[in-house]
């Protein structure tokens, strides 16, 4: 599996997995995934996703329910804790941080924005959907993973 170096906000956390659960699930409210979906957007082995959901459900970050065999989960947007997390995790590990590392590299950029669906975040720096990508700056060279 290729991952990024832990980001510096993985000491509060048990685990990288752990991070990348909760911010995908945290980082898109309306979206209600089962755990073989988080298993496979993540990385994760279902073992661990079922156990992440259920800590995160204990404590009330995240809820969940039954369509026949398939558990359904989504973030749980009236907790306390779901705003101020969502944000902390989707800079931790969302499209910022993602962004930044893939552009690290890259001389001449001053700033970047990403646009459409492409701002949803989704763990191994691959943006979802469709949409776009501005950089600004002096005459930055193009970056090998975003040529066409």
């Known amino acids: 599996m290729n991952r990024r170096p832990a980001p510096p906000l ?14 995908l ?10 755990l ?15 156990r992440e959901v259920q800590r995160a459900e ?13 558990r359904l989960v989504r973030a749980d947007t009236g907790s ?16 910022p941080a993602v962004l930044a590392d893939a552009l690290r590299d890259v001389g001449g950029i001053e700033e970047a924005y990403v646009y459409g669906s492409s701002a949803q975040y989704l763990p191994d720096s691959q943006p ?8 600004l700056g ?6 090998r993973a975003f040529r066409t």
């Open 80 to 95: 306390p804790y779901y705003a101020g997390l969502a944000d902390v995790l989707t800079r931790a590990f969302g499209v």
């Open 36 to 50: 073989t979906e988080i298993s496979q957007l993540t990385g994760a082995p279902h073992p661990s996703v079922y």
């Open 128 to 135: 979802t959907g469709t949409g776009s990508i501005v950089l």
């Open 10 to 23: 993985l000491p509060i956390l048990r685990s990288q997995q752990q991070g990348e659960i909760l911010a």
């Open 58 to 70: 204990q404590v009330g970050l995240v809820t969940s329910r039954k369509v026949g065999n398939t």
């Open 138 to 143: 002096t005459e930055p060279s193009r970056p």
């Open 25 to 34: 699930l945290l980082g898109d409210p309306d979206r209600e995934l089962s």
